[in-house]
C-alpha cells in the first residue's frame, strides 16, 4: 500500500479496534513499542470514525495493522456469548406492554392512563 488513501476495510477496521484497545487500556505494549503506540493513539479518527493516518510514519502504521491482526485473531478465539434465558410468556408480555407504554409516552407526550379519549389522542398525534 503505498497510497495512505487506498487502505481497505478490513484494514481500517483493524486499525480502529487497534486505536480503540489502546484508549480503552486493553492493550499492553511493551517498552521497545511504547513510541509507536503513543504515536498511534495520537492520531485523530476522521468524520466518519476511521483512524486518520495521514500524519502517521510508516512504523505506527505498520504497529496498528499488526496490533489490529491479533486483536481480530483473539476475538475470533473468544467463546460466543450465551443467549439471553427465555423468561416466561406472561413476563416477556409484560415487558413489551411496558415498551409499549412508554413509546406511546414519547409520541404523544402523555402517559397512557393520563389520556382521557382517542380524540385526545388524535389532537396529540396531529
Partial sequence: M???????????????????????????????????AEEFMAAPLTMVGLVDTSRMSN????????????LAFFAQREPAPQPAQISSAAAVQSELFE??????????????ELVASTQEIKDRML
Fill in 99 to 112: 415498551l409499549f407504554a412508554k413509546l406511546f409516552a414519547g409520541l404523544t407526550g402523555r402517559a397512557v
Fill in 2 to 36: 503505498t497510497d495512505r488513501k487506498e487502505i481497505d476495510s478490513a484494514t481500517a477496521a483493524r486499525l480502529l479496534a487497534t486505536w480503540r484497545a489502546l484508549h480503552e487500556g486493553k492493550l499492553a505494549v511493551g517498552a521497545d513499542v511504547r513510541d509507536l
Fill in 59 to 70: 512504523e505506527a502504521l505498520a504497529f496498528g495493522r499488526s496490533s489490529g491482526g491479533v
